[in-house]
């Protein structure tokens, strides 16, 4: 690599920096100006409510998630980043789901809470085993299916692109998550000895980091009509130009060949989302009626105080 080459790539590791700094900055401002339990402070468990409760949880878990993520990157600890990016890559999926599928909302809230709090069990088999992909109201006796998998999750989404974006980008992601060979070169020198410093992939997790940043900024536009909108545009344009600098100046060896042109074709679907001058908001919702999880809600949160 040329002195030049490194330089290019430094100033784009920089900009990439500034970028998530931003956009985390936007993120803390709509998590401190609208994410409510709407569902608490009015009370008023219809579905829209708890799927705007919802949302924003996973809104403001990945806002926390990204704090932690800038700060691993300014400590050259990117595969730790690349952990809880991870974490953040599934609030994201959660949040396209539930939006696109909000008759779901179930599975994330009330069944989750009733198993917790023994209003769900899961049933056993006639061979004694529990049956952890079912569940069983311990009230009405009814039997319903349990758990949504990451792949029911992307093929959820709306956009088509997430879909062969999370072909490459999700095992690379989990390569970090648990223990595997594969990715153990990332934590060697000179490809022989063990290190605690080295910090080969930041570049790679700066750009995961505001990828998936922009993707989940972008989705607020639908929640309500938010003061913030014409800034969440801009700062999501301007993270596109940066994600579009790191495609066209990094080579991707097989088996992420294909990568580039992936994630390509997804920005420019999210440049096609930014572009709309209306939004259906998820707020305000009308009046619908309530759920059982009323009692499930509460109670869970008596759980955790």
Known sequence: MTAQERQALTRLLIAFKRRLGS??????????????????AEDDFSQEIVVHDYVFYCFTKACKSLMAVSLLLDN?????????????????LHIVYV??????????VQKKIGIYTGRFKHPVSKKGNKMCNQVIDSET?????????????????????????????????SEHTHPNMIASGNYREDDIYYSYWQASN???????AVYISTLILSEAL?????????????????SIKVCERFIALVE????????????????????????KRRYAYLKPYPKRKKYIIKELYRRSLYCWG
Do not use: W
């Open 23 to 40: 956009q985390i900055c936007l993120f803390q401002e709509i998590v401190f100006e609208y994410a409510t339990a709407d569902a608490i």
């Open 202 to 208: 930041t570049l790679q997790s700066a750009f995961y």
């Open 99 to 108: 939006l696109q599928n909000p008759d779901h909302i179930d599975d994330f």
């Open 76 to 92: 050259r600890l990117p595969e730790d980043a690349m952990i809880l990016l991870r974490s953040v890559y599934e609030s994201y």
């Open 252 to 275: 991707c060896p097989n088996p992420f060949d294909s990568f580039p042109n992936k994630v390509q074709s997804r920005l420019a679907e999210l440049v096609k989302h930014l572009s």
């Open 141 to 173: 006796g009814e039997i319903s299916t349990y758990g949504i998998g990451i792949s029911t999750l992307v093929h959820g989404s709306k956009y088509q692109f997430d879909k062969e974006v999370h072909t490459v980008m999700f095992p690379f992601l």
């Open 222 to 238: 639908v929640l309500e009509e938010l003061v913030e909108a014409k800034e969440i545009k801009y700062q999501c344009r301007q």
